[in-house]
Structure formats: structure tokens, C-alpha cells
């Protein structure tokens, strides 16, 4: 099969929390990070619907002064796989 990835993607395992208006903050963890997102692992996955603009996150990795506005473009039983959006600086207001 041939690869579709525009980015490599490299295994990882970092604590992030994902913040959204609507289902408020969601802890969980970084299974792989390419240039052009990561997969975030959930105990508990939000109903979103990707593609219909309630699936925009600002995710924040636990161990970085730093904010990501990121939507989500695939949705599965542990978790949500984001894209990257914009970088946003740590002045940012969470909703």
C-alpha cells in the first residue's frame, strides 16, 4: 500500500490536555507526532463530527509553555487525530 502521509510520523508518549467550548477540558496522551499534527489517546472520546467546525481544539503538551489551535480530522474508539491549525502563543484565552 502505498503511504498517503504528507508528514512522517514519529511514536511518542506525552501528556497533553485538549481544551474545546463545548466539551470543556479532555486529558490524554500523545501517541505520534508528525509536522502536520499527532494522534491524542482519550479515556473518553467526545461525540465531535470532524469536518463540521465543532472539532477545533487548543491542545497544550503538559510539559510546554506553548498553545496549538488544532481540528480534528479523524475520530476513532481511543481518540481524536488533529492537525495542526496555527500556532498560538501561551497569552492566549482558553474558552
Same mark, same amino acid.
Given at each position: 500500500?502505498?503511504? *498517503? *502521509?504528507?508528514? @512522517?510520523?514519529? *511514536?511518542?508518549?506525552? +501528556? ?8 470543556? &477540558?479532555?486529558?490524554? +496522551?500523545? *501517541? ?5 499534527? #499527532? ?6 472520546? @467526545?461525540?465531535?463530527? @470532524?469536518?463540521? %467546525?465543532? %472539532? +477545533?481544539?487548543?491542545?497544550? @503538551? ?7 489551535? #488544532?481540528?480534528?480530522? +479523524?475520530? &476513532?474508539?481511543?481518540?481524536?487525530? =488533529?492537525?495542526? =491549525? ?6 492566549? &484565552?482558553?474558552?
Amino acid at each position: 500500500m502505498h503511504e *498517503r *502521509r504528507l508528514h @512522517p510520523r514519529q *511514536r511518542l508518549d506525552a +501528556r497533553v490536555r485538549l481544551y474545546h467550548p463545548v466539551h470543556g &477540558t479532555l486529558d490524554g +496522551r500523545i *501517541r505520534d507526532l508528525s509536522g502536520g499534527g #499527532m494522534f491524542v489517546t482519550l479515556e473518553r472520546v @467526545p461525540d465531535i463530527h @470532524p469536518g463540521n %467546525g465543532d %472539532g +477545533r481544539f487548543l491542545c497544550k @503538551p503538559m510539559n510546554m509553555d506553548a498553545l496549538f489551535d #488544532m481540528a480534528c480530522i +479523524r475520530l &476513532t474508539e481511543d481518540g481524536l487525530a =488533529l492537525a495542526f =491549525l496555527e500556532q498560538l502563543d501561551s497569552s492566549a &484565552t482558553l474558552h
